[in-house]
Every structure is written in structure tokens, then in C-alpha cells.
């Protein structure tokens, strides 16, 4: 039986695309291979959001070369954002590479109906389903649109049959995934938006939990936040990136609001949604950033305080706008200053946020194993471990949290 390998980084849209590979192999009769060695077909899914995760990529396909020249046979694809439209320039430098296909793309030796029907054997407690492809919004610093194209949405009915289906299958959660969420519809003929989807997807029976990532600013509709507040299902979770704040510096980056409509945004939200947890991005090092313009990031890190914060250095991406047009003037020694700053400061927040959950009943739903211990999230997703020697796996349970940390809480179940 022929074996399949499948390398994946990047963002929770790399995830769930590698996941319908997966799936698909196995329809065809493929395992995965134990190791890269005993593999038939490769893949490859890159990122190049950050320097960092392109240098990994190519690291990784680097390594597959002398399989290839030991078994001709082998067939390695590269796929993800890494794949822009210039397929013969990466054919040139990598002319052991058989397939090269772009991000959310069908592959080429697969049936386009099998491909948007493709749905995992064994479908994980909680799955991820892409509902939006591309962004058309392009800010100054981000590759995504150049790579994943314009924004296109799936018909309604056809992601409220997949979800349902994957319910059927055992999946309690679903996480709603686009690089624009909040765009979600406004290309199709009915024109539906994200509140009408998630309105559809907490009728599903069998299905417990829905969450939806990433929204942007300048999008995310009152009507939306209103129906988050009054649906049962849907987590009250919401991500929310700021990426500066400044002004100044949200302009450079084109991002279409002022940090005065973000914190009415964040306002509104908390209004509506007391418990609400709240996740934002943040790039420091941008071109032209002063020190007190990274100072107003700190402050607004300090006023806000939210639940989780993912931080980045600027890094210049080849054919943005910030790449073209602005000079990577920050040092580097000085951006790592900035990031270290920033994750102190939100460790000592996290550390305060999290202390105040000790001694309360939490729900998770159970996603597996780590290190020994059971796992899951919250609603507000919080990751919680606990010990017990019940198969926990897919299941909802109740935990009383006993100690907590800036990163994990430890509970005990509650009977």
C-alpha cells in the first residue's frame, strides 16, 4: 500500500487544507508513512507571513532532495503561500519538485469535486473549516492577498453540509476560517453574511461549539457581535488584531481605522459580551516606527488587556507594498527589544487574567493527549489540562481550575 507524507506550517487555513490532503490520500488508499523515508508522495505546505516560517519551508524541501535522487519514483508537491505565480522560477531553482500548486488550490492529480467534498475519515473533536479565500483589503506589510488571490466565499449551503456532516461524524467544535472572516458572503448572489452562517451552523444537532478566526477591524459589523452575544453555540472568543497603536503607524500600514475606532470596537464588544475573550496581533518594527510610537502599542497592551496576544517583528515581504515602498529602518536588535517588551508585559498580564479563574468551574472539550495529561479549551480559549484515566477524548466536561499560569490552567474533574 503506497504511503503519503505531509509537512505543514503556517496559519489554521494551512492546517485545515493539509487535513482535507490527508483525507483524500486515505480515500485513495494511502497511509501515512511513520517516516518521510517510506514515503511515496510528499507535500509540502509552506507560509511566507514571516521570514522565519519561508526559511523553515525551503530548510525542509532542501532535505528531500537526496530522496529524490535515491528513488526517482518519489513524487514531492509544494503547495501554501510559498507557491506564488512565478510556478516556472520555483520549477528553475527546485527541478526535483513534480507539482508545484497554489494555496487552497485543488491538486493536480485530483478530481475538483473529490477536493471541495473531501472531508477527514476520522474527523478530530474539534475541526477547522474554511469558509472565505483571500482578502481584499491588502495592508501594507501582508503577502496574503498576492497569494491567495481575492476574497471568494463557499455557498452557505454548502459549508452548512459539511459542518453537518462532520457533526454526524462526532465533531463537537468548528472553527470558521478565513483570512477576512467579516467578508464572508458579500460576494455571493444572496449576498448572507457571517451572522446569517453562524445563525445556520447553531441549529446542527450533535454540534456544541463554533468559533470563527480571523476578523478585521474596520469589518466586523455590529450585527455580527449581536448575534455572537445571542447564540448558544458560538464562543464567545473573538480575534481581533490591532497591529499598532498608532495612528501613524496603522496608516503606513494601510490598515483602514484609527486606535480610537479600535478601542470603541473592543468597547461595543465588551458591552454586549461581558466574559468575552478577546486574542490580538501585533507587529512591532514596522518602517518609521519611533519609540514612542511603540510606546503607544504598550499602552494599549496595557489598557486593554487581552486574553492572548500574538507577537511578530516586522519582516519585509517580497511584493508588498511595505516591501516596495518603505525602508526596513528599524534595527533588529531594536525590534527584538520591542518584542521582548511586549511579551513581558503580557505575561504579567496573563499572569493576572488567569490567577482570577482559580477555584471556578470551567467547560473544555476534551481534544486529546499532551504530555500525559488530558487537554482542551475553553469557550474563551484557555488551554486546561487535567489527570484522569477515563478516555475524555471529544467530550465536554466540567474541570475546577487549580492552579494557574500565563499560558495553561491544571483542573481536576468535577463530578
Known amino acids: 500500500m503506497p504511503n503519503y507524507y ?16 490527508a483525507s483524500l490520500f486515505a480515500e485513495t488508499g494511502y497511509q501515512l508513512a511513520a517516516d518521510v523515508k517510506q514515503a511515496d508522495i510528499i507535500v509540502v505546505n509552506t507560509c511566507v507571513v514571516r521570514q522565519n516560517a519561508e526559511d523553515r519551508a525551503v530548510h525542509k524541501l532542501q532535505n528531500f532532495k537526496p530522496l529524490k535522487k535515491a528513488r526517482p519514483e518519489i513524487i514531492i508537491a509544494v503547495t501554501g503561500c510559498w507557491v506564488d505565480s512565478n510556478v516556472d522560477r520555483l520549477k528553475a531553482n527546485f527541478p526535483y519538485v513534480d507539482y508545484f500548486f497554489k494555496a487552497g ?24 473549516v474554511p469558509i472565505i479565500q483571500g482578502c481584499n483589503n491588502f495592508c501594507a506589510y501582508c503577502v496574503v492577498p498576492y497569494r491567495r488571490g481575492r476574497e471568494k466565499s463557499r455557498p ?20 470558521l476560517l478565513g483570512q477576512n472572516v467579516d467578508s464572508y458572503g458579500h460576494d455571493l448572489p444572496e449576498k448572507p453574511d457571517l451572522a446569517d452562517l453562524l445563525t445556520e451552523l447553531n441549529g446542527i444537532d450533535g454540534l456544541c461549539r463554533i468559533r470563527f478566526l480571523t476578523n478585521h477591524p474596520k469589518d466586523m459589523s455590529r450585527r455580527l457581535i449581536e448575534t455572537v452575544a445571542r447564540l448558544d453555540k458560538v464562543c464567545k472568543n473573538i480575534t481581533l488584531p490591532a497591529q499598532a497603536g498608532s495612528n501613524e503607524i496603522l496608516k503606513a500600514m494601510r490598515r483602514g481605522y484609527t486606535i480610537e475606532d479600535y478601542k470603541k470596537l473592543v468597547s461595543d464588544i465588551r458591552d454586549k459580551i461581558p466574559d468575552v475573550g478577546l486574542v490580538s496581533d501585533i507587529i512591532v518594527g514596522f518602517p518609521t516606527e519611533t519609540e514612542a510610537q ?14 492572548t496576544v500574538h507577537l511578530a517583528a516586522y519582516s519585509p515581504r517580497p511584493g508588498t507594498i511595505a516591501a516596495r515602498e518603505m525602508p526596513d529602518d528599524v534595527a533588529e ?3 527584538k527589544r520591542r518584542l521582548k517588551t511586549l511579551e513581558t508585559l503580557q505575561e504579567k498580564i496573563l499572569t493576572e487574567i488567569n490567577s482570577n479563574l482559580k477555584g471556578k468551574i470551567v467547560e473544555i472539550l476534551v481534544e486529546g493527549k499532551q504530555k500525559g495529561k488530558w487537554f482542551g479549551r475553553t469557550g474563551t480559549d484557555k488551554l486546561v489540562f487535567f489527570n484522569d484515566n477515563v478516555n475524555y477524548t471529544g467530550k465536554l466536561v466540567n474541570l475546577k481550575i487549580d492552579s494557574t499560569s500565563p499560558w495553561s490552567l491544571q483542573g481536576t474533574i468535577e463530578n
Request: with cysteine.
Open 6 to 21: 505531509l509537512w505543514t506550517i503556517g496559519c489554521q487555513m494551512n492546517k485545515a487544507e493539509s487535513e482535507r490532503l
Open 105 to 128: 488550490e485543488c491538486p493536480p492529480w485530483v478530481d475538483r469535486e473529490k477536493w471541495s467534498q473531501a472531508l477527514p475519515q476520522k474527523p478530530p473533536p474539534a475541526a477547522y
Open 156 to 175: 452557505l449551503s454548502e459549508i452548512v453540509c459539511e459542518v453537518t456532516e462532520l457533526a454526524r461524524r462526532g465533531t463537537k467544535e468548528v472553527t
Open 294 to 307: 511603540f510606546q503607544q502599542t504598550v499602552d494599549l497592551l496595557t489598557e486593554l488587556r487581552f486574553d
Open 333 to 335: 536588535d531594536e525590534k
